[in-house]
Nanobody, 124 residues
Framework: QVQLVESGGGLVQAGGSLRLSCAASGRTFSTCAMGWFRQARGEEREFVAAVSRGGATTHYADSVKGRFTISRDNAKNTVVLQMNSLKPEDTAVYYC?????????????????WGQGTQVTVSA
């Protein structure tokens, strides 16, 4: 069992930055490939970024590539999403999730545990 709690959301102007953190409890965090997803109002949840168990492999949605960076610290049971050059279209609730497979994936259905989300609002 893995419990996930996101933090770091808020209101920022376009062009600004935010740093989202996801704290995990439970002894199996290091067996999770971790992902960040987001869901804008009235839209479906979409993949943002993922990182492998050891942190060596990452993958990003095209819409955030070059602006967002995902990283993890297994000693601290945390995963971070650094978001730079934010745009109004990045406004959404952001969720972290754990996938207990060996590989990283963008498929929502393959993630086993989810946090409750943190709101990110980017004003024009």
């Amino acid at each position: 069992q893995v419990q996930l709690v996101e933090s770091g959301g808020g209101l920022v102007q376009a062009g600004g930055s935010l740093r989202l953190s996801c704290a995990a409890s439970g002894r199996t965090f290091s067996t999770c490939a971790m992902g960040w997803f987001r869901q804008a109002r009235g839209e479906e949840r979409e993949f943002v970024a993922a990182v492998s168990r050891g942190g060596a492999t990452t993958h990003y949605a095209d819409s955030v590539k070059g602006r967002f960076t995902i990283s993890r610290d297994n000693a601290k049971n945390t995963v971070v999403l650094q978001m730079n050059s934010l745009k109004p279209e990045d406004t959404a609730v952001y969720y972290c999730a754990c996938n207990q497979a060996v590989y990283i994936t963008i498929a929502i259905s393959e993630y086993d545990y989810w946090g409750q989300g943190t709101q990110v609002t980017v004003s024009a």
